[in-house]
């Protein structure tokens, strides 16, 4: 019994041939890509549709929420808990639990966004399928990778290889699955 592979990866020499390519494989119907580039490209995300708004919004609804309960564990602990009035000051002084309460916002809004993004980006991964193919450490250096996954609608072996083939790649190999 043969075992799927992963999937094929193309490797490019520029990051416009590499942009070149994945419009190629969205105008070829596939939606299953996966792109490796030695640094950002800003366009790239775009066409890959990776979409980032939930980030933002978990640290606003975590920072919001560790705020809150900071500014409600004072208020308990002062006004209702232990009041104690202390040179005539009102038992709920607000101004002076805005800053503990801004603190600990953003501590919240820092640790949720640390966690979630380990949690969507599948961090810490020590291996993945795509450090099998020869030459792939070029990634971090100067190459730059398209792979189409073999979970992709349109996936055919060779019909993937034979496309990938035809946007002149440095090479076209097979990725691995994973043991």
């Not at 349109?154 to 034979?162: G, L």
Request: aromatic residues 10%; glycine residues 6%; negative net charge.
């Amino acid at each position: 019994m043969t075992r799927q592979p992963y999937g094929i990866m193309a490797e490019f020499k520029t990051p416009e041939a590499l942009m070149e390519a994945v419009r190629a494989a969205k105008r070829a119907g596939y939606t299953r890509l996966d792109a490796f580039s030695p640094f950002p490209l800003s366009d790239l995300a775009k066409e890959l549709g990776v979409r980032t708004s939930a980030i933002p919004w978990i640290a606003l609804v975590a920072g919001l929420t560790g705020g809150v309960i900071q500014y409600a564990s004072q208020y308990w602990m002062n006004a209702i808990d232990y009041p104690l009035n202390v040179g005539g000051r009102p038992l709920n002084s607000w101004p002076a639990f805005i800053p503990a309460s801004l603190i600990v916002a953003i501590l919240w809004a820092g640790a949720a966004t640390l966690i979630s993004l380990l949690v969507i980006l599948r961090l810490p991964r020590l291996h993945h399928p795509v450090f099998a193919v020869p030459g792939f450490e070029r990634a971090s250096e100067d190459r730059f990778f398209l792979c189409i996954l073999q979970d992709d609608p349109e996936f055919d072996s060779t019909v993937v290889r034979e496309f990938l083939g035809a946007l002149s790649p440095l090479a076209v190999q097979e990725v691995p699955a994973c043991e």
